[in-house]
């Protein structure tokens, strides 16, 4: 045999191997989809979510324990289970308010889906529930709507927790990115099980993080939403988000490595924030991983002072 056989011979069969290899991975992945799937679904169940039916369709929601209200706000790829869990050992202290935003596990869309939109949709679910003032807690790009809530009806607003949050930007850009979310060719169960070995490095999250973003065909419309309007809102609106006319008090809770919702971005705004008090962390990532005990105490201080 000629080594140029060979040399294509060798070729041939790193080709097969590797295909091999890739169709493994695939398969794997479709299996650990489908679990992971049928456990979240079952997960779901023990939320015991509620549904309002408003003037403009449903919103899902949890409402439990009592004392002041937090009224917790999800981010991309969130519903009620993100809301509350975000939230969830202040159940001894408060009663937490977790909804579905427009589009995410069950609420329906109320006009356009702009962040405006929704903050009167909270408000219609206050109503709805009878409570009159809040304390109304953003996650990650929850925070649009959260602060459009507070400028909105500071009447209704006892503080703003902003955690992890989208930040506004300092000055009004020239440019920004018209589209903020994941393509929607990738917005699939199967999809992102496939690209999760790459969730640390492009997100900074675990790839563990796609088991808790599932059904993501019950949250495809609400990360569309977010995507198009919700976190670029901000920036395409800029005069509409005059912080520095809020009459509420706010508390920013950040880690200084969040690679999702960047500290520069906190920094660069927070300025811009009248009445402000900013608790960070130097480590923790994006969910301030870590600092449980410290994130109790600023909330029991801040909630302490404005109820």
């Not at 009159?132 to 649009?144: N, P, Y």
């Not at 930040?167 to 994941?182: G, S």
């Not at 969730?199 to 990360?223: D, Y």
Request: hydrophobic share 40%; proline share 7%.
């Amino acid at each position: 045999m000629t080594t140029e056989k060979r040399k294509a011979g060798i070729a041939k069969w790193l080709l097969i191997a590797l295909l091999l290899i890739i169709a493994l991975y695939f398969l794997i992945q479709g299996i650990r989809c489908g679990y992971g799937l049928n456990k979240v679904r079952e997960n779901l169940e023990l939320y015991e979510a509620k549904t309002a039916e408003l003037s403009y369709g449903s919103m899902t929601y949890v409402d439990v324990g009592e004392s002041e209200v937090i009224l917790s706000v999800h981010g991309i790829f969130g519903g009620y289970d993100q809301a509350y869990d975000s939230v969830k050992n202040r159940k001894p202290q408060n009663r937490l308010l977790a909804p579905s935003r427009f589009g995410y596990l069950g609420s329906d869309v109320k006009g356009d889906g702009t962040p405006a939109e929704q903050a009167a949709a909270f408000a219609e679910l206050l109503d709805y529930l009878g409570i009159e003032k809040v304390f109304i807690l953003g996650t990650s790009a929850g925070g649009t709507p959260a602060i459009r809530f507070a400028l909105d009806y500071p009447e209704r607003v006892k503080g703003l927790i902003l955690f992890c949050s989208a930040m506004p930007v300092p000055e009004k850009p020239v440019t920004f990115l018209e589209y903020q979310a994941p393509p929607e060719p990738l917005l699939s169960d199967y999809a992102m099980y496939l690209i999760s070995p790459l969730m640390p490095p492009l997100m900074g999250m675990p790839a563990s993080t796609v088991k808790s973003i599932q059904p993501i065909s019950e949250r495809k419309i609400g990360v569309i939403l977010d995507g198009k309007l919700t976190n670029p809102d901000m920036e395409r609106n800029f005069d509409n988000y005059p912080i520095e006319d809020l009459k509420v008090p706010v508390l920013i809770l950040h880690s200084e490595d969040d690679t999702v919702a960047s500290f520069e971005k906190v920094k660069k705004a927070k300025h811009r924030f009248p009445n402000l008090t900013l608790v960070t962390f130097p480590d923790g990532g994006h969910m301030m991983t870590g600092h449980g005990e410290e994130i109790d105490a600023a909330l029991d201080d801040f909630i302490n002072q404005h109820k």
